[in-house]
């Protein structure tokens, strides 16, 4: 997956220009997490008509659920199977003083099962694919691969999770850190759970790891937030099937609570684009907008989203993520 960097010279030439189970009952419903113009291209293949909303609640956090209205993007599973995200860590997607690499969504395919939480953190412990690790920008995991999860239990939504020893073994403070937001995201993803309580070998945690994070009370999103990209979309999941409009969901802290949006094909060309705001212009705020895709889409394929804003300080482009994802017919 090694296009993006294609899409996002593209973008600054046209800048430059201007309790378990967790029962399953259809779509997995997500809980979301955080000035700009309009990007000026000559490369359309056709004209955006799009539009933009924000959501109804107000202070958010990427802890914070949404409250939204309309119907959300289908997302398509192969029979026998169901979606799900598991967060791994992507490469850039920061500014200057704030680069990362930051947590992102990835999208999934499981055996279909009542007890999608357990199947969300395998799958996460699975970690990234080959293909990948070796995409540009790269896509990494923080959890050791020989960790084992041992139990999950949700109850009045807190999930306490009971992991191998393994998962605290090797990495500095970044690492777990990292690892332990990533644990928390995917579990947050499903709406019985707001909160996550850890367990090592079945013992409680207080005190994680050589590094000495103090873990004497459950933990959220809010948590993380220094690993929550300034711009972070939720949903679609990175590399999801989509169909039909595109609904976008996600939190972002952003100058003027405002920041662009591209929709390109595989070829970098921009099929749409336009802006979108988050319900708070001073710290993290919810955001819901969506795209319409201006063609018929015939058969699937592969498109991107980018999201970006302006420096404040110079006016150049910052906090640019990309996601991959396929459009179904």
Known sequence: MKRPAVVLVMLALAAAACAEPVVDAGPITTRPAGSGGTVATTTTTAAPTTTSATTSTSGASPTTAATTTGAATTTTAAPGTMGLKVYFMLEGGGSDYRPGPFLVPVYREVPRTQA??????????????????????????AVPADTILLGINIADGLATVDLSREFEAAGGTFAMAARLAQVVFTLTQFPTVAEVQFHLDGEPVTVFSSEGIIMDHPVDRADYEDLTPAIFIDDPAYGAPVGGDIRVEGVAAVFEAQFNWVLANWDGLVVAEGFAMTDNGAGWGSFVFTIDVPYEVDAAQSASLIVFDYSAQDGTQENVREHPIRLQP
């Open 116 to 141: 999608v939480a357990r199947a969300a953190v395998n799958a996460l412990i699975a970690g990234p694919t080959a293909e990948e690790k070796a995409s540009v920008p790269a896509l990494s995991s």
